[in-house]
């Protein structure tokens, strides 16, 4: 059965609901569990067992079920397009590596515009020992085209002729309120540079971070004009800052009429779970984008499991593609850096009352 077929259902068998007051968004939102998920692999993804529990990004094209995805692993230098149908998921071809053998992209967004794919590094230090990382700060642009079954091919093979990269670290450490940070180890209290969210909106490049966030607990995005970023034509980023109840950005996924932000702890212990919000784009004068809080993730019943010789560690909502839409609500694929292939979840949010 494909999920595109599934009607939505917001029964109290699916979703628990718990109404509480979301002081960053002053208004009520919901507690919302999967509705399906973790779901399975048909057979292990093409990967050994430590990246297999290292996704943190995906995208798909198209918004619909069957898709074909692409993720972003945490480890190494390698993306892979995944099938999404039936209930699982399953490789769609081989891995395929961006950069050099021994670089580590550390890759921890991914996004689509209608010709490309777009694969982020996290522009981060080693989070173990502080380490540089300049792989890390590499944005990688990756062609693809839309087959006859409507799935995402990537064009041409995508071989190293048609893979462009860049480095944005200048662009990062060029922001007044992002420079500071840039280059320092991660962890609370050095708080350095951890970009996790990517979208593509309107011709901009929308960059989410984990981290620093604000003095008063508000997360930053970064927007970068696409037009040129190819070709070194690198134009200064705008500065956002959205109030997320003390949460850093894990992952930015466009809709109509704005975007979808995935918030998750920071480095601080005491940080909060994971929500999703609606932001319209906007920004206020004083550089302020007004969000609405839509959901708090509940994942209290996702059980962690094992399959084809992996296990799961934890769970981690890191990657979020909106995959159906109604009237009424997203239909929303999570997958968590931990589980083994993503353990993706499917989510019904609800959208903001208007």
């Known amino acids: 059965m494909s999920f595109n077929k599934k009607p939505f ?32 692999a048909a057979n ?33 230098a390698a993306t ?10 399953a490789a769609s071809g081989e891995p395929l590596s961006v950069l050099s053998d021994g670089d580590e992209l550390d890759a921890e967004g991914v996004a689509k515009d209608q ?26 642009r990756i062609p693809y085209q839309t087959g006859k079954d409507g799935l995402a091919i990537l064009a041409d093979g995508a071989g190293a002729a048609t893979i462009k990269k860049i480095d944005l670290s200048d662009i990062v450490a060029a922001n007044p309120k992002i420079g500071p940070y840039f280059d320092k180890c991660l962890g609370d209290p050095n708080n350095g540079v951890d970009i996790e969210g990517l979208a593509v909106r309107d011709s901009d490049l929308y960059l989410g971070l984990r981290g620093p966030l604000a003095a008063d607990g508000s997360a930053y995005v970064l ?4 037009a040129g970023l190819f070709e070194d034509k690198k134009e200064q980023a705008r500065l956002t800052v959205l109030q997320l109840g003390s949460r850093g950005i894990r992952d930015l996924a466009s809709v109509d009429g704005g975007m979808l932000v995935l918030g998750g702890p920071g480095d601080n212990p005491s940080d909060s779970g994971w929500t999703v919000s609606f932001w319209d784009g906007s920004v206020e ?7 609405t809080t839509l959901a708090n993730l509940n994942l209290s019943s996702v059980s962690r499991g094992k399959q084809f010789g992996c296990k799961d560690k934890e769970i ?11 009237g009424s609500a997203y239909r929303i694929l999570i997958v968590s850096d931990g589980m083994c292939d993503g353990g993706p979840m499917v989510f019904e949010i609800p959208k903001a009352a208007h």
């Open 285 to 291: 004068g004083d550089g302020q984008g007004e969000v």
């Open 44 to 76: 292990a993804l093409p990967f050994d067992k430590d990246i297999r529990r290292a996704i943190s990004g995906i995208a798909c094209v198209p918004e619909a079920i069957p898709s074909h995805c692409l993720l972003a692993l945490d480890e190494g």
């Open 316 to 326: 981690k909502p890191e990657g979020m593609a909106v995959i159906g839409a109604t």
């Open 115 to 140: 010709t490309y794919f777009y694969l982020l590094g996290s522009h981060t230090r080693k989070r173990k020992n502080c380490d540089e990382n300049a792989a890390s700060h590499n944005l990688v």
């Open 223 to 226: 927007t970068v004009p696409l």
């Open 80 to 89: 892979l397009l995944i099938e999404l149908k039936d209930g699982a998921i």
């Open 9 to 40: 259902s917001f029964s109290s068998a699916v979703i628990a609901i718990v109404l509480f007051l979301a002081p960053d968004s002053h208004l009520i939102a919901a507690e919302i569990a999967p509705v399906k998920g973790p779901l399975p």
